[in-house]
């Protein structure tokens, strides 16, 4: 049985660091990633990284956000740098077995003063 948890949201100031983590369990993941959904609005990429950790970004974080993981624990990680307003929604954590892919519950971040 396939099991995603996320950990590490909160509520950080303007500029402010958050580091997400999420333990998958149940198979070998393939893809790994993060999305991210603002109320109203769809669930759009983070971040993504293979197996081999060959990454993709969405533009509005490059620079700012690094994705990674641990193969031997089956984790991925996403470390999110300089905040933004406009970074606030809840943070799903996305892991792939072959054509699959299975979610997390999400962990919410909210970026205010």
């Known amino acids: 049985q396939v099991q995603l948890v996320e950990s590490g949201g909160g509520l950080v100031q303007p500029g402010g660091s958050l580091r997400l983590s999420c333990v998958a369990s149940g198979s070998i993941f393939n893809a790994m990633g993060w999305y991210r959904q603002a109320p109203g609005k769809q669930r759009e990429l983070v971040a993504t990284?293979?197996?081999?950790?060959?990454?993709n970004y969405a533009d509005s974080v490059k620079g700012r956000f690094t994705i990674s993981r641990d193969n031997a624990k089956n984790t991925v990680y996403l470390q999110m740098n300089n905040l933004k307003p406009e970074d606030t929604g809840a943070y799903y954590c996305?892991?792939?077995?072959?054509?699959?892919?299975?979610w997390g519950q999400g962990t919410q971040v909210t970026v205010s003063s």
């Open positions: 996305k892991a792939d077995v072959g054509p699959f892919g299975y």
């Open positions: 990284i293979t197996y081999s950790r060959n990454t």
